[in-house]
């Protein structure tokens, strides 16, 4: 079952560039959720710091917290490890492993946790390319390296791929742009499925698919550059496309500026 | 509004007229023939005169018959691919020679008795005798120097990649630039100074100890520079994108080190750490110090003096015996077969994990 996502004045910095600041938002479980935003206003930064993924980056760090189902992941005691098996994230451009082949790369998340018998790992890998619409396409050549597919197959592999460890959040970052129309339409389709099972957020810089696919969007901005980004406006994807309350939030969907 | 005038129109041809394809070919041809030629007609030179004769004329008549016919632009595009060629072709020259010269004259001996015998009781009135104990001091020398550098190197290159945030990472990287440019004989004596002088006559009785082993040290500083520097380069080569990727599925960073990281750069660095073995295996001046020399086979490489491949060399070519040199041409050849065995093996094992397939 998909959990739910509380963000709490939410501010991430870049060593000493405060990239978002006093982000406050409640996602709901099994619900698509939208950032949209202009570049460089932080939906990505907010992203990533969902499932603790900011970090990584050298002197990198989180203010604020951030709850799942009510208990906050950046506690003190909180395995990292544990929060990302438990929220997954799909990355802009595919990034299959090029040592393995498409059955390795899909159960890489659980081979690489420590999970051997070949029949769960077989059954579990089925499921997750079902999931990812992917299976009948590669079904006969699941042992051919993952590097070998087309983008839009590889961005479904690492779909499948994040699907595989059964997480509860599904975070995706701008999955499409490097895709052409086709494959992302494959992609839009998954989302809408996969939204029965798992709570998922899309940072997306295209506003016609984030009002086809959300339930909810979420605006982000800056005032001018430098600045750190801000949440403007989150409401129903309906209302926000079309009558927003903020004027900002107008401006930037009727394409005024950004 | 501007029109173009038929003049500007015109200035951009698009066709010309080109040499046909076996121009170069008959050129460099009539250039061969002149300049050999030439050469034994007139006194003195040899055929090495003659080939760079042949060079020049060749050069001179290609780019004037090509300014001719196709015009100033092709020409010099001509005369930079014959440049380029001739530039190959020197660079090839050396490694051919040395090839061929190994090959023909450590034929001779390339025989059983070679391969199974040593030097052990060999006089230098005796035909007869071989390098097994040569052969045998190499393989155990190097192998102990791969079995310390590669897991020290590998681990050193990771931290400096992988978690090194602070000095000592730079210190690291600063010492391991040093070190490469150590010479062999200081690595010699480092480790007769240090090994053989102080620390072995602790297991001796008191006495210093010749051995394999402290061999095998000294070459382990010789290579460790190399491992370290080639392994740190084709770790940071590996995209970010896939750690990041790994640590999104919840894999603790050190198994995404060992199972994505280290996989995805493995062909570069097994080439690091053959360039290293090659190295290794050719030096002399460490063995020589340390090791001693021997005559008899000794496979215990803690234990008494040996010998290797390369020392076997440098003895038998600077031994009185006219039948030395033969042996010496012979394990010549032995020690470039072995490293280059070693280096097909090791490619093959390693092009599982190719990047591209």
Same mark, same amino acid.
């Not at chain 2, 015109?10 to 066709?15: E, G, H, I």
């Not at chain 2, 600063?174 to 053989?196: E, K």
């Not at chain 2, 000294?218 to 896939?242: C, K, W, Y």
């Given at each position: 079952?998909?959990?739910?996502?509380?963000?709490?004045?939410?501010?991430?910095?870049?060593?000493?560039?405060?990239?978002?600041?006093?982000?406050?938002?409640?996602?709901?479980?099994?619900?698509?959720?939208?950032?949209?935003?202009?570049?460089?206003?932080?939906?990505?930064?907010?992203?990533?710091?969902?499932?603790?993924?900011?970090?990584?980056?050298?002197?990198?760090?989180?203010?604020?917290?951030?709850?799942?189902?009510?208990?906050?992941?950046?506690?003190?005691?909180?395995?990292?490890?544990?929060?990302?098996?438990?929220?997954?994230?799909?990355?802009?451009?595919?990034?299959?492993?090029?040592?393995?082949?498409?059955?390795?790369?899909?159960?890489?998340?659980?081979?690489?946790?420590?999970?051997?018998?070949?029949?769960?790992?077989?059954?579990?890998?089925?499921?997750?390319?079902?999931?990812?619409?992917?299976?009948?396409?590669?079904?006969?050549?699941?042992?051919?390296?993952?590097?070998?597919?087309?983008?839009?197959?590889?961005?479904?592999?690492?779909?499948?791929?994040?699907?595989?460890?059964?997480?509860?959040?599904?975070?995706?970052?701008?999955?499409?742009?490097?895709?052409?129309?086709?494959?992302?339409?494959?992609?839009?389709?998954?989302?809408?499925?996969?939204?029965?099972?798992?709570?998922?957020?899309?940072?997306?810089?295209?506003?016609?698919?984030?009002?086809?696919?959300?339930?909810?969007?979420?605006?982000?901005?800056?005032?001018?550059?430098?600045?750190?980004?801000?949440?403007?406006?989150?409401?129903?994807?309906?209302?926000?496309?079309?009558?927003?309350?903020?004027?900002?939030?107008?401006?930037?969907?009727?394409?005024?500026?950004? | 509004?501007?029109?173009?005038?038929?003049?500007?129109?015109?200035?951009?041809?698009?066709?010309?007229?080109?040499?046909?394809?076996?121009?170069?070919?008959?050129?460099?041809?009539?250039?061969?023939?002149?300049?050999?030629?030439?050469?034994?007609?007139?006194?003195?030179?040899?055929?090495?005169?003659?080939?760079?004769?042949?060079?020049?004329?060749?050069?001179?008549?290609?780019?004037? @018959?090509?300014?001719?016919?196709?015009? !100033? /632009?092709? $020409?010099?595009?001509?005369? +930079?691919? *014959? &440049?380029?060629? #001739?530039?190959?072709?020197?660079?090839?020259?050396?490694?051919?020679?040395?090839?061929?010269?190994?090959?023909?004259?450590?034929?001779?001996?390339?025989?059983?008795?070679?391969?199974?015998?040593?030097?052990?009781?060999?006089?230098?009135?005796?035909?007869?005798?071989?390098?097994?104990?040569?052969?045998?001091?190499?393989?155990?020398?190097?192998?102990?120097?791969?079995?310390?550098?590669?897991?020290?190197?590998?681990?050193?290159?990771?931290?400096?990649?992988?978690?090194?945030?602070?000095?000592?990472?730079?210190?690291?990287?600063?010492?391991?630039?040093?070190?490469?440019?150590?010479?062999?004989?200081?690595?010699?004596?480092?480790?007769?100074?240090?090994?053989?002088?102080? @620390?072995?006559?602790?297991?001796?009785? !008191? /006495?210093? $100890?010749?051995?394999?082993? +402290?061999? *095998? &040290?000294?070459? #382990?500083?010789?290579?460790?520079?190399?491992?370290?520097?080639?392994?740190?380069?084709?770790?940071?080569?590996?995209?970010?994108?896939?750690?990041?990727?790994?640590?999104?599925?919840?894999?603790?960073?050190?198994?995404?080190?060992?199972?994505?990281?280290?996989?995805?750069?493995?062909?570069?660095?097994?080439?690091?750490?053959?360039?290293?073995?090659?190295?290794?295996?050719?030096?002399?001046?460490?063995?020589?110090?340390?090791?001693?020399?021997?005559?008899?086979?000794?496979?215990?490489?803690?234990?008494?003096?040996?010998?290797?491949?390369?020392?076997?060399?440098?003895?038998?070519?600077?031994?009185?015996?006219?039948?030395?040199?033969?042996?010496?041409?012979?394990?010549?050849?032995?020690?470039?077969?072995?490293?280059?065995?070693?280096?097909?093996?090791?490619?093959?094992? *390693?092009?599982?994990?190719?990047?591209?397939?």
């Amino acid at each position: 079952m998909a959990k739910r996502i509380e963000a709490d004045n939410v501010t991430a910095y870049y060593g000493s560039f405060k990239a978002i600041e006093g982000v406050n938002m409640v996602i709901e479980r099994k619900s698509v959720t939208a950032l949209i935003g202009p570049s460089g206003c932080g939906k990505s930064t907010f992203l990533r710091s969902i499932n603790r993924m900011h970090e990584v980056i050298p002197n990198a760090r989180v203010e604020g917290t951030i709850s799942v189902d009510g208990e906050n992941i950046y506690d003190k005691d909180v395995d990292v490890t544990a929060v990302r098996r438990m929220i997954g994230m799909v990355f802009q451009r595919p990034n299959p492993f090029p040592t393995m082949s498409i059955f390795d790369n899909v159960v890489a998340g659980l081979k690489l946790v420590g999970v051997r018998k070949k029949g769960e790992l077989q059954v579990a890998a089925e499921q997750a390319l079902r999931g990812a619409n992917l299976w009948e396409e590669v079904k006969d050549r699941l042992d051919k390296p993952g590097a070998g597919l087309s983008g839009g197959q590889q961005q479904r592999l690492c779909i499948a791929r994040a699907i595989a460890i059964e997480p509860q959040v599904v975070l995706m970052d701008e999955p499409c742009s490097a895709l052409d129309p086709i494959s992302t339409l494959a992609i839009e389709d998954l989302i809408g499925e996969l939204k029965d099972s798992y709570t998922i957020v899309i940072v997306t810089h295209n506003m016609q698919q984030a009002a086809r696919v959300s339930d909810r969007t979420a605006f982000f901005s800056l005032e001018k550059t430098g600045d750190p980004g801000r949440l403007v406006e989150y409401d129903d994807t309906q209302k926000i496309f079309t009558n927003p309350n903020e004027k900002r939030t107008e401006d930037y969907i009727t394409g005024r500026f950004g | 509004m501007t029109t173009l005038t038929a003049a500007t129109a015109a200035t951009v041809q698009l066709k010309a007229k080109r040499l046909p394809k076996y121009a170069p070919w008959a050129i460099a041809a009539a250039a061969v023939l002149i300049g050999l030629g030439g050469v034994t007609f007139a006194a003195g030179g040899g055929p090495v005169v003659g080939a760079i004769l042949a060079a020049l004329i060749y050069f001179v008549a290609l780019i004037t @018959i090509a300014t001719f016919v196709e015009g !100033g /632009r092709s $020409a010099r595009n001509r005369a +930079a691919s *014959a &440049l380029i060629g #001739s530039a190959f072709v020197l660079a090839v020259l050396p490694l051919l020679s040395v090839a061929f010269t190994t090959i023909s004259r450590g034929a001779d001996r390339f025989d059983a008795d070679f391969f199974y015998r040593s030097m052990n009781g060999i006089t230098a009135l005796n035909a007869g005798g071989g390098a097994y104990h040569a052969i045998l001091g190499t393989l155990e020398q190097v192998g102990i120097a791969v079995l310390i550098t590669v897991p020290l190197g590998l681990a050193g290159a990771i931290y400096v990649v992988e978690y090194g945030r602070g000095r000592l990472a730079k210190w690291i990287q600063f010492f391991v630039d040093v070190m490469t440019g150590i010479p062999s004989i200081v690595a010699g004596l480092f480790v007769l100074a240090f090994w053989v002088m102080v @620390i072995s006559p602790i297991f001796n009785d !008191g /006495r210093p $100890a010749y051995s394999g082993f +402290a061999a *095998a &040290l000294a070459l #382990s500083v010789l290579m460790l520079p190399t491992i370290v520097r080639s392994a740190e380069e084709m770790l940071r080569l590996v995209p970010s994108a896939l750690r990041e990727g790994s640590y999104a599925l919840g894999v603790p960073k050190w198994r995404t080190i060992l199972k994505v990281v280290i996989p995805t750069a493995l062909p570069g660095i097994v080439t690091g750490v053959m360039l290293a073995v090659a190295r290794a295996a050719g030096e002399t001046a460490p063995v020589m110090l340390v090791a001693g020399g021997a005559f008899a086979i000794n496979g215990n490489p803690f234990a008494g003096q040996q010998t290797s491949l390369s020392l076997y060399i440098y003895d038998q070519a600077s031994t009185a015996s006219q039948y030395a040199p033969a042996r010496a041409w012979t394990a010549a050849l032995t020690l470039v077969a072995i490293v280059l065995l070693l280096t097909i093996v090791a490619k093959l094992v *390693a092009r599982r994990s190719k990047l591209t397939r």
